[in-house]
């Protein structure tokens, strides 16, 4: 018996989103010292909406199944809805996650947060 869900598997296995955009609009990198994960994640925004939304991770299976299913998570929706996104959501969004995996959820919400962070810098400067 695994101790990921069905839904981690298939994401690990069948990473959707996998690649980078082209002259996103927004990147955000972060990464975990202690465990070596290192996550990117690159938006493609349209009147405020996430149109696109691509990952390149470099880490464990739940580490590659959070950016996946972030992902399909934020893709559709305004930069304030992405907001509101917390790693708790993309957890039961997986059906859940072991406690030692929780802090790839914690990475992928920080990926988001630091591709909109970029998002509204460069905003700035077309203004």
């Known amino acids: 018996m ?3 869900s069905e839904k981690v598997m298939d994401h690990f296995r069948n990473p959707r989103n996998v690649g980078e955009i082209e002259n996103p609009d927004g990147v955000g ?3 975990n010292p202690v465990c070596g994960d290192i996550m990117e994640l690159y938006i493609k925004v ?3 909406k996430i149109v696109d939304a691509k990952f390149k991770t470099f880490g464990c299976g739940a580490a590659i199944a959070t950016s996946s299913m972030l992902t399909e998570m ?3 929706k305004t930069i304030e809805e992405a907001l509101k ?3 708790k959501a993309v957890a039961e969004a997986l059906d859940g996650l072991p ?4 802090h790839c959820s914690v990475l992928a919400e920080e990926a988001l947060k630091s591709a909109i ?3 509204y ?3 700035e400067k077309v203004k």
Request: proline share 4%; charged share 45%; net charge positive.
């Open 2 to 4: 695994s101790v990921y």
């Open 29 to 31: 990198k972060v990464g």
């Open 46 to 48: 349209k009147d405020e």
């Open 74 to 76: 934020v893709k559709g």
């Open 85 to 87: 996104i917390t790693n």
């Open 99 to 102: 406690p030692i995996k929780m």
């Open 117 to 119: 962070k970029d998002y």
């Open 121 to 123: 810098k460069k905003k």
